[in-house]
């Protein structure tokens, strides 16, 4: 039986004043884990280092410290998803909103009264997912029709786990096949080989953390778990025949996906509505055999 992978609850940094801290620890208990920071750079440092994925920031703070710290933070961070919570008014408030929204912060939540936090809850909740994951989702969701639901529990595995995944044999295991038969599968069917799409993903995966300026070489490398960065430079050279920083130049997330459409469906949409690599459908569809549908 393949399954949707489970969810881990998220960790998110924050940098709230102390009362705002005790509410959102309140009202996220069993939902997500909140760090609690005092500085930008702290968080900064957290969000480079994969320890969180969600930044929480108090309009309150931003009225009372460091403008140019937050300022800072918030635009070396564009693809990450950044929540500001407004718990009090004063008469700064409307210039602060201003500059964070100019600074690319879409998401104000007044939690002035009970029915904010729900708010907030929600919106941390749709933001647990893995914020790359849901970039590619988005960009693949048109072809999800045009395959069989086997191979779209592929793709949706591939996208999931390539965060942290970089073998077929590790990805075979967490679908629960025996890697030398889903090779042997796709190569039967006429498609590249899981090996291709796990690599092409991994690096569409890290062009869009290269979007977050404040990421260097090293910090999309520990991301993506690469033992080192010399180590993820040589898995561009091979896939892509570019250096890591030329790469990083070249390529945005979206550009990166639409290669990964370009190269690994399109070609291959008629092979992809009948074949099912999980229960053993392999047989060609130009050699005139029946297949199955979703």
């Known amino acids: 039986m393949h399954e949707t992978p489970a ?6 940094s924050t940098i709230l004043t102390p009362p705002e801290q005790i509410r959102v620890d309140a009202a996220g208990a069993g939902l997500y884990i909140a760090e609690h920071r005092l500085e930008p750079s702290q968080v900064l440092a957290d969000v480079r280092e994969g320890r969180s994925s969600v930044v929480l920031l108090s309009v309150r703070y931003c009225e009372s410290n460091q403008w140019n710290d937050v300022s800072r933070m918030i635009r070396e961070i564009p693809r990450i998803p950044r929540i500001a919570i407004l718990s009090e008014e004063t008469l700064r408030t409307p210039q602060v909103l201003l500059h964070l929204g100019r ?13 904010g936090w729900e708010q907030l809850r929600r919106v941390l909740l749709d933001d647990q997912a893995d914020w790359v994951e849901g970039l590619m989702f988005s960009g693949l969701e048109n072809r999800r029709m ?5 191979c779209w529990l592929f793709l949706e595995a591939v996208l999931r786990y390539s965060s942290k995944v970089g073998s077929v044999r590790r990805l075979a295991g ?3 096949v ?19 799409y796990l690599a092409v993903v991994r690096l569409v995966r890290a062009a869009f953390l290269f979007e977050n300026s404040g990421f260097s070489i090293a910090n999309v490398a520990n991301h993506l778990d690469y033992s080192s960065p010399q180590s993820f430079g040589r898995h561009v050279r091979r896939v892509m025949g570019m250096t890591a920083l030329q790469f990083r130049r070249e390529y945005t997330g979206e550009r990166m996906l639409e290669r990964f459409r370009a190269e690994l469906v399109g070609p291959y949409e008629q092979i992809l509505s ?3 690599p999980f229960s053993g459908n392999v047989i060609r569809e130009s050699e ?6 979703h």
Request: zero cysteines; a positive charge.
């Open 274 to 276: 009948w074949f099912r």
């Open 288 to 293: 005139g055999h029946s297949h199955g549908g």
């Open 146 to 150: 045009r395959m069989t639901s086997e």
């Open 103 to 115: 600074e690319g912060v879409r998401d104000v939540v007044d939690v002035r009264s009970p029915s």
């Open 178 to 196: 025996v890697p030398s038969t889903l090779m042997s599968r796709f190569y039967r069917a006429g498609l590249p080989t899981p090996k291709r």
């Open 7 to 12: 969810r881990k609850l998220t960790t998110i």
């Open 174 to 176: 967490k679908l629960g």
